[in-house]
């Protein structure tokens, strides 16, 4: 048995986890924050046996596609010549979506 643990974005989860639960597999959803955007992201818990690896991220990979996004990042203005201490904010293309996926081994398996 595998536990599949997939963190993906917000914008994705409700379509993955509506996907996976039409083709039978059971998931239990976390609320979790990503580092780098700070941006909410949801982690997935898949509990699949090995044979239905393959078919739980190809519906993962299916679903959660890659894409680019405007989001701004900070810019001290003080190092550039600006007024010291002063900050502004400029746009920067980041890519978003896809899914961090990690596949454990199960030794047991209970549920009460």
Known sequence: MKLIISIVQDEDA???VNQLMKNGYGVTKLATTGGFLR???TTL?????DEKLHA???IIEHVCKSRKQMTTAP???GSMGGMPGAAASYPVEVTVGGAT???LSVD???KL
């Open 75 to 77: 810019s001290n203005l």
């Open 56 to 58: 739980v991220m190809e």
């Open 45 to 49: 818990l898949i509990g699949v046996d």
């Open 14 to 16: 409700s379509r993955l």
């Open 101 to 103: 996926v990690f596949v």
């Open 108 to 110: 047991q398996f209970v």
């Open 39 to 41: 941006a909410g992201n």
